[in-house]
């Protein structure tokens, strides 16, 4: 079973950049797909990207293509979230996942571990 831990939220303005982090526990961190979700308040949960096992392969929203980057380091057990030009529809708690799905696999209730979120704010 994998544990996960996010990092780097905080309140940015519009057009800044930040670079979440998600660290895993475990020795098969390599055998799970990896996604981002987000959860503004009063809002549903949705897909921001995934990743595959290799970090071959990437999905995104169409809301955040172009602007934000997922990657994964295995040897470091840790998935990444860079996100460029952010906008105040951004603002969100930003949620790492894990699951032996397919990389492509866009439903939150698919992935069995999440982590606690981390907080990111867009200033207009």
């Known amino acids: 079973q994998v544990q996960l831990v996010e990092s780097g939220g905080g309140l940015v303005q519009t057009g800044g950049s930040l670079r979440l982090s998600c660290a895993a526990s475990?020795?098969?961190?390599?055998?799970?797909?990896m996604g981002w979700f987000r959860q503004a308040p009063g809002k549903e949960r949705e897909f921001v990207a995934t990743i595959s096992r290799s970090g071959g392969s990437t999905s995104y929203a169409d809301s955040v293509k172009g602007r934000f980057t997922i990657a994964r380091d295995n040897a470091k057990n840790t998935v990444y979230l860079q996100m460029n030009n952010l906008k105040p529809e951004d603002t969100a708690v930003y949620y790492c996942a894990s699951g032996r799905v397919p990389f492509a696999t866009r439903v939150a209730g698919a992935y069995a571990t999440w982590g606690q979120g981390t907080q990111v704010t867009v200033s207009s």
């Open positions: 475990g020795r098969t961190f390599s055998d799970y797909t």
